[in-house]
Each structure stands twice: as C-alpha cells, then as structure tokens.
DNA sequence: GTAATTAATTGGATCGTTCCAAATCTGTCA
DNA sequence: TGACAGATTTGGAACGATCCAATTAATTAC
C-alpha cells in the first residue's frame, strides 16, 4: 500500500532545523524566531504533513482533546439536537467528539465505554441507557475522567447530572390544563420503569390533587416514547368508559403520536381534546395545531452540558455538581388554549 | 485524581513474565500457555488495565480501528438514521465512530476531517455539506484513506459514493400521481442547486412531460428540506393563480410541513390535496395521513455505506465504485391512493 | 574585552505498545 | 546422554511526538 508518513524528523530534516524546533512550531510556541517559524511552516505544508495525535498524546501531561458523546435514542429529535448542542460548545473550544447511539442497550453502551476508555477521552457526556447502574459508569470517574450524566440521571454513580425539572413542568402543564376548565387529563406515553416518566407522572398527579380533582392510575397509559407510542396510548385512552379530554404526554413524540391518534379517531386535537407535549422539539412550532409543550431546548441543554464538562476538565476537578435546569410551559394550539400567544413560565 | 495508569509493564511485573508475553495475551496469540493466560488475564483485571490504543497505534501496521463519520445535519431525522444504521455495522465490526455533523457548514466540515486525520481514522463515511469541493477530500484519498460519500455526490472527487436514484424515485412517484387524475403537480421544498434537489425536479420534469403534460417552472417551490421549509413552499403554492391539486415534495419533512400547511389552510391532505415525500423516515407509517413516499431506506442505506467502506479498508483497495440505490414507491394514505395497501416498485 | 543576560536551538530520554530475533524450556528419540 | 524439534518466553529496538536540561548565538552591561 501507499505511505510512509511524513514525521516531524522528516520535516526537520527538510528545513534544516532539530526535530524539537519542529515541535515548538507546532505548539505555536513563543520561543522561536519569526523565520525559522516560517520556514518550518512553509515546509509542513509542502510535505503534506498530518500531526499524529496518537504519538503526542503518549507523554502523560498531554489530554486527548477527544470527548465522547453517548446518547440512548439519536433517531429520537430530541436526542439528535441535544448532541448538536454539545457539538456547537466542542467544537469551538477545539475538542473533537466521538458521538454514539446506545440504542438503549446497556451492553452496547458498556462497549462504547471501554473502547472510550481505551482511546483515552477526556471527558464524557452521556444520556444513559434504560438500567444503566453505577458500576458502568464508576470505572472512568475511577480513573478521574469527569462525566456529565444528562436527561436521566444514574443513581449511586458519582458523577455530574444535567436533568430538567420533570416534576415542576408537568405540573404547570397540568394546572394549565385545569385552567381551561378540563377535569379528566390522563398523562399518556412513556416506559412507566424510569425516573424521569416516575418524576413527570408526580407532578401530574400532584397538580391534579392540588386542584380538588381525582389522579386514577387508570389515567396513566404508558408506552413507548415515540409517535408509534402516543398512537397506541391514546387509542387506549378514548377506550376507557370515561374517557378524558385532555393529556400530558411523556415526550413531544409520543404528542404528535397522540394528534395523529385522535384525527384517526375524527377528533381534531386542539379543539375536541386538549394536547400537551414535554421537550419542544423544532417541530413542535410548526407543526399544525402548533404544540403546547414543556420546553426543555435540547439544544441548550446540549450546549450547557458541555460547558459543564469543559469545566470540569479545564478545572481538573471533579466534584460532582446537580444541576437541575428549569422548564417553561409554552402555549401553543394543541391545548385550545388560543392562538400562538402566552407563555406562562414554570 | 489518580493518574499513573496502569501499562503491560506493571501488569508483567505483577504477573511475573514479560511485558512481551503480556502484549501476546492482549492480541489473544494462540502462541501463549493457556496457564499463563489465565493468570496474566486475571492480573489485568485485578489491577483494572485500560488498553491504550493510541501506543499501540504508533508502530505503522497497525490500524486505528477508528472510522469517520461526517453528516450534514443530524436534525433531520433521515440522516440520524443513516447515522444509526452505520453504527450497526461498524459496532459489531469492532470499530468504533466518530460521529461528526457538519451543519452544511464546509468550514467546519474541513476542521473536521482535518480532525479526524489527526485521529488517524482508517476510513470516512460522508454525507457531504452542501458545496463541498473535490479538493477538500483529495488529501484524505492521497494518503491511501477509504472515502464513501453517501447521499450526496462530490463532483470529481476520486471517492466511492453511495446515492439513491433520485431520478428513478421522483418520476414514479409523478407517474403515480398522474394516474390518481392530477394534472397540476407542484414540486414542493428543497434547497434549489444541489445535484440532488436538480435530480428530483428532472424526474418530476420528464414524468409530466412523458405524460403530456406541462412541467412549468413555476410549479418548482424551493425552500429549506424542512418541515418549515414545507409550509412556506405549499403557502406559495397555494397562492398561483392557478394552485396545484398535488405534489411531490423534496423530503419526507417537507411533506410533513406541507400536510401541516394544508391543513392550515383549511385543506385535508389526502383528500383535498395529494401529497408524496421522498426518503420514508419512520414517522411516514405512522403519520396521519400517512405519507405515501418513495422509500429510500435510510438505515439499510447507511448499513450499505459502512459495509461498502470496510470492504475497502479490509481488501485495502480504493477503487472507487459508485452505487446508486433502487428506491420504491410505498403508497400510503396522503396521495389518496386509498388504504395502506399497494405498493409499486420502481 | 570579558562577564552576564537573553534569545533560539537542540540532543537525548520518555510515553505504552508491538514485533523480531534470539533464548529458554520442555519432551522425544537414537 | 546428546541432538533436535516444538512450544513458550523474552529483551530490546522501533513508532512519532514532547519536554527537560544543556548548548550555542546574539545582545547588553560594566
């Protein structure tokens, strides 16, 4: 096959300078005179040097300058711009990430880890998968390697968390529905055996008891949280012998799911039954009725995570910190509260 | 902070045998006793080795295991897939991703590959950002690195490329929207000079023209790939003198923000206007109506992408090879076609 | 004109692994 | 017993960059 590779001795060699000038060039430090820079410069790129990452990253004192991204559902949106925000914050303070979809399979994800490790990232950014345990995650705070836990948290483990108030924006999305004067709001969609699903089902139930009414578990159709998920749960619901009129829904997905469910049935969301969505996807504006959901921005929280990472490993300290961002209900049309105008905050 | 790792030195020392025999186990050599292994493994264990990939990557042989992936916006719920289905392979090939997106940004794009040279990835998979030039994926196929680029083509490039038959998929979904009686076809959404966005319209051109019917320019509505960019394209259309009665649009988001815009304007898609997308993301099935498309396979693509690269990495032959993917027409509910039953290859 | 100071440059030694050639240790057979 | 083959094991020399201490060159001070 091709190449031997061009090598900082070759670039030596060829501008007349030590291997160490080379170096010092590359490091752009102040020590050299402004010719020789030039020169060696001028060589580097008529060679087509590459830098060789690997090789420098060998003298402990240097950090890898890679930072790895795992996230549970990258098809779900709401994951996608999550990883984009991260991407913007990286990016610009010249870090390259190594981004990965678990797929929600804590054996995969277990993979990923290792061959993480093994590569030597500085830092790690990951939205666990479902029955991730602190073990999985205890070897790389182990070897002092900060982690930042985002939209789930771990229990046990040691390390940073970046979670949104789940309880506090379902239960502003709640009170508003009771506001518009509903009495039968059923929370739909979601995988019941999670806490970010067990934080939202709360606040629904507290909003409801709050307000004098009735929170029945028969009210709590759990599925997938997906559009898929928010048809099925909302079939359910239409089914009961009293059906409800209006509902949270676990994530904006399982929302539109929902919509799609209820003109299935001939019922126009927005004006027969009252939709509420968590996370505020892009779509979620646009789409017609326009969402009323719990916004989240994804991509905000993306960004913040990776400051909070960036901290941490600019800090060398790795105190782990929770943080718990806050919501705000965003009224759109799917509730029938009106046209795209209030925006309560929660 | 902990710090001094663990290297094949402390391992061997711990074990009693040499760093050599260490190295044998790591790479699984049949030529150690199967005692020593055993005894050799559990040391590792015990003193919880982390394998550094980067040191081993030095000597020349070997090969990063590293693989590049490059998309152009991970928003969209098509190239997240993509990204998925590339993950599925090259996961249980052993290699591990560095998932990038560019954000159609070229800049950014070029820090990126620069990046990943850095990294020594041993091959990339691409979904070029819009403008990308031959030039900026020259140094990569030089230095004897496996390109594929998928989705998009780069002119003159000297990379595999993996497309779908734009061409192909576009006229039949015309011809079929021609048999349904419509005579007035709009081209909706899409940004207007790329070569994917000028393949569909040639479909969409030759499918009415074979039909005798009139392709008049001004029935081609660009915008944005998106599902806003698909309600701005439909409000347009709405407002000719003379409105078409369906479309194709340039994306499955697109269509999405068509159906929304349709409805706005008080029009049920399906019934008052037919709609076709173009890529079947999953939320197409499930959608209401759901969308009748022309199903490109995202997922199965990417498989195929990432299959494609490893042939190359492992035969160690670059030869380009340039595969344009069959696509078929999945007729669903949004054309009006009638239930979710036929589907006509194409 | 020499010493002291500052600016630039440069040999190694080093990081953690792989790989080769050479060394050691069996056991077998004449 | 000694030669010999096969099975295991093992020192070092890479790989490509960094970094320290030391050297050389240029400048200033007295």
């Not at 020789?36 to 300058?65: D, H």
């Not at 948290?153 to 509903?182: E, F, I, T, W």
Request: with cysteine; glycine share 10%; charged share 20%.
């Amino acid at each position: 096959m091709s190449r031997n590779r061009v090598t900082v001795v070759d670039i030596a060699r060829a501008a007349g300078v030590s291997k160490s000038t080379v170096s010092l060039v590359l490091q752009a430090s102040p020590l050299v005179n402004e010719t020789t820079r030039a020169k060696v410069n001028a060589v580097i790129r008529e060679l087509g040097y590459v830098y060789n990452r690997g090789a420098a990253n060998l003298r402990q004192s240097a950090s890898s300058r890679i930072i790895g991204i795992i996230v549970n559902d990258l098809t779900n949106s709401f994951f996608a711009e999550l990883a984009v925000g991260m991407d913007m914050v990286m990016q610009s303070a010249g870090y390259v990430q190594f981004l990965s979809n678990s797929a929600e399979s804590v054996d995969h994800q277990r993979e990923v880890v290792a061959s993480m490790r093994e590569h030597g990232i500085s830092g790690l950014i990951i939205s666990p998968a479902r029955g991730t345990e602190a073990a999985d995650l205890k070897p790389l705070a182990a070897s002092g390697i900060p982690v930042v836990s985002v939209v789930r948290n771990v229990v046990g483990a040691k390390v940073s968390s970046l979670v949104s108030d789940n309880y506090a924006g379902a239960k502003a999305a709640v009170a508003h529905l009771v506001s518009l004067g509903h009495s039968r709001i059923a929370f739909l969609g979601g995988i019941a055996n999670t806490t970010v699903f067990a934080e939202r089902v709360q606040g629904w139930r507290d909003a409801l008891t709050e307000a004098g009414l009735e929170a029945p578990d028969m009210l709590v159709i759990g599925s997938t949280a997906s559009r898929a998920g928010g048809v099925a749960a909302i079939q359910r619901a239409l089914s009961l012998p009293a059906p409800p009129t209006a509902a949270l829904c676990f994530n904006d997905a399982a929302a539109f799911g929902v919509c799609d469910g209820l003109r299935a049935a001939g019922k126009e969301p927005g004006r027969d039954f009252a939709v509420v969505g968590f996370d505020d996807v892009i779509e979620a504006e646009t789409a017609v009725p326009a969402l009323t959901t719990v916004s989240v921005d994804p991509q905000g929280m993306g960004r913040r995570a990776a400051q909070l990472l960036l901290k941490q490993i600019n800090t060398g300290k790795v105190e782990p910190e929770a943080i718990v961002g806050s919501v705000r209900l965003v009224v759109r049309q799917s509730c029938g509260a009106g046209e795209k105008a209030g925006r309560t905050s929660a």
